[in-house]
Each structure stands twice: as C-alpha cells, then as structure tokens.
C-alpha cells in the first residue's frame, strides 16, 4: 500500500498532512498526485467522498510554495460551481498549507465586494471561485488572470448541468496559454470528453471506480407512498429511525421551505438549505446543522454538493431525483468513512417509479421496498430483470452507462501516450517536485 511519503511531497507538508490524521493516500490522491507534481494536466474522474479535493490541493501548495503573489494577480485559479464546494476547497487549503505561507482567497456570492477586495489588492497564491462572482470581479477590474500558473475546474459535470461551462470558457480565454490545468468531474463520458478537449492539452486520464455505483455501507430502502401522504410517511419514518442527523432531499426549491415548516410544526427541528438563500443563511444553517443544534437539513441537489457533514447516519429522498447520478451523490453523503448510513427513496406516482427504474439500471441492482412494518422486503427483484424490463422503454430517460464507458476506453486510449502508462506514473521521487529532472513548462519564463 502506497504512502503519503511515496508520493513526492515536501517533508513539511508531510507533517501537515499527518497532522491532520492522514496517513494512507486514497486511490484518487495516488494516482494524481506524482502527475500534478511533474506538471502534467490531468483529466480525473472521482466520485464524491474520495478524497478528490486533496488530490489537487496537496501537489498544488508544494508546486506554489516557490514563488510569491502580487496585487490583482493570482497564481493559481479553482472554478467550483456551487459556493459550499468552494468554501471546502478553501478549507482544505488552510488545513494542509499550515506550515507553508500561502495566501487564499474566496470569491463566491453573498459575501460583499469590499472583504474580497481588499484580500485581492493584497494578492493571493490561490484564488478559489465560482464562475459568476469571478466573472462579477473581472468586469470591474479587480482581478488580473494573467499569471495564473495552476486552473483547476472541479465538479464539470456539475458545472454543465448548471450552464456554467459558457462561463468558464469566457474566464479560461483570459488565462495564459501556458498553464498546468486539472479537469475533474464524477463521471467522463462522451460530453465531458468533449468539453475537456477546450481545457486540456495532452492530459494524463485517471479514473477512479470508473462504474458509478454506491458504497456497500449505505442501505438502501424505497418507500411507497402518494403525494398526499408522503409528510406524513416521512416524520413516520423518522421518528421510527434512529436518526442522528439526516439530509433530506426535495426537487423543487419551493418545497424545501413549506417541508421544513412542515416537520416543525410536528415538533422536529429543521433547516433549510437552497441556491436562493443569501451566503449568511446559508451559513448559519450549515453552522447549526453541524453544531447538533439540528438534526434535521432540507436541502437541493445545488446547495448539498460539496458539504462533508462527519457521521451523517440518514439520507431521506423526499422527492427521487430525475437524473440517476444525482441519487448516487446524495446517498453518498452517508457511509462514508467506513461509517454506515441509511437512504430511503420515497414513490409517490408513476414518474417516480421512472426516475426508480433508471437509477436501478444505473446502479445495476434492485432495491428493496420498505414495508408497513418497517422492514425491507426479504426477496427484492434481481437487478438483470429490472434492467431487461427497462431496456424496450426506448423513450426512458436513463443513461446507457455501458455504451459511455466504452466510448470514454476509446477515448482514454487515444489520449494515452507513453510517459503516462496506467500501472506507472511519472517518478516523483524526493522531497519535492523541483527535486526530480523535469521542469513544468508552466513554470517556465516565455516571452510575452
């Protein structure tokens, strides 16, 4: 099992990373880091909970740490599409750059133009921000991008499922043509694919678990139920479960508030969590939740992305979510960390049992249906059954993940060269990337 030693880091970051409680790479920081560190730009795929956040933060402060910041310029720029991703990032970057002195800034929205301001005039190593307040800071001149040394765009597929990518090519085309870019995102497949090819040039490909499926310590249980009765079937649920602290997931950003009035007004402490909250509520919900002072965040897809919430024991589907992969990062915020959790999928119409069908094709497994007694079903349908009764829906709205990942094969193989073999990445070996024989070019000096 490869260490953290192993992987080229610096001996003080080392120390940073241990004294945090590190001490075995995951399989996404493994593969990526002694890539980074050579200088390559690297197009990566991750699920959430995998640790993918340092698998760019760590080689990027030891690449950063010679060198020093100026007023309005930037060294390294992280595009995150949503503000709570970004605040992760940030906080990832103060934990494990407590020995070096780096400088960071955030610029998300809700947070007033004069503070981020001020934290740009006095320049920063690493400039962390989602694309519409950084958009919002250029036009106004406050920020040059002209020497940025590292782009890092994390969550793409998020970032087009949200439209952002319009705006990210916009800030991309101020950057210097010369740089190291790092391209992440859940799942590649042929969009992603052809996206990447306007960020990337050469990229080394590594993908982690590949195949979306979900983690083996999350149980995973459908409720059947209508529109009419599926409050009352969820404070059933919850005052039968041993819920320590749970998400609860609805579609529409009109249903959070009415659901969380709802769940009060029955004796439950509840917060909200939506894209249309300012930075402050957002915060002070987020402070509450983690604090134990509620048990209970109503949250969307958009506002839960990114949130690392420790020992989160139930993740509840109030509304199942349309796109399959979405199912799989919501349950995915429970179990982690060897930890176990439990998700329950509420269905309350035909539509519902649709969305269900797709997700069980792309899981590749069945699951069961919870009971009037509380208990799942003994013997839930097989997973091929499920799959060859969806495949004559040609009109269903599921992801043929099968065909996408022999394409992104053919594509990986195409972009492959020599120097960047699988089962041997680069040598990286020493205390750091300037002890190896290779120069980035992007830290080079050209000529203007």
Known sequence: MTSFEELGLSEKLLSAVASCGYKTPTPIQEKSIPVILMGRDVLGSAQTGTGKTASFTLPMIDILDAGRAKARLPRSLILTPTRELAAQVSESFTQFSQNHNLTTALLIGGVSFGEQDALLDRGVDVLIATPGRLLDHLERGKVLLRDVKILVIDEADRMLDMGFIPD???????????????????????????????????????????????????????????????????RQLINNEQVTNAFIFCNRKRDIATLKQSLERHGMDA??????????????????????????????????????????????????????????????????????????????????????????????????????????????????????????????????????????????????????????????????????????????????
């Open 271 to 448: 917060e909200c969590l939506h894209g249309d909250m300012s930075q402050s509520a957002r915060n002070a919900a987020l402070k509450r939740f983690k604090d134990n002072e509620v048990k209970l965040l109503v949250a969307s897809d958009v506002a839960a992305r990114g949130i690392d919430i420790a020992g989160l024991s139930h993740v509840f589907n109030f509304d199942i979510p349309h796109n399959p992969e979405d199912y799989v990062h919501r349950i995915g915020r429970t179990g982690r960390a060897g930890m176990s959790g439990r998700a329950f999928s509420f269905i309350a119409n035909e539509d519902d049992q649709t969305y269900l069908n797709a997700i069980e094709k792309l899981i590749g497994k069945s699951i069961p249906t919870l009971q009037g007694d509380g208990k799942a079903d003994k013997a839930p349908a097989k997973a091929s059954s499920a799959k060859s009764s969806e495949a004559s829906d040609a009109n269903e709205p599921t992801n043929d993940n099968k065909t996408s990942s022999r394409k992104a094969k053919g594509q990986r193989n195409h972009n492959r060269n020599v120097e960047g073999e699988r089962d041997q990445p680069p040598d990286c070996s020493g205390n750091s990337f300037r002890d190896t024989e290779h120069t980035p070019a992007f830290l080079l000096k050209h000529p203007a």
């Open 168 to 234: 990210v090519e916009k800030i991309t085309k101020l950057l210097p043509k010369i740089r190291q870019t790092l391209f992440f995102s859940a799942t590649l497949n042929k969009t992603i694919y052809k996206i990447s090819e306007n960020f990337v040039i050469n990229p080394k490909i590594i993908e982690v678990s590949p195949e979306i499926s979900t983690a083996e310590t999350v149980e995973q249980f459908i409720c059947k139920s209508s529109p009419r009765k599926k409050r009352d079937d969820l």
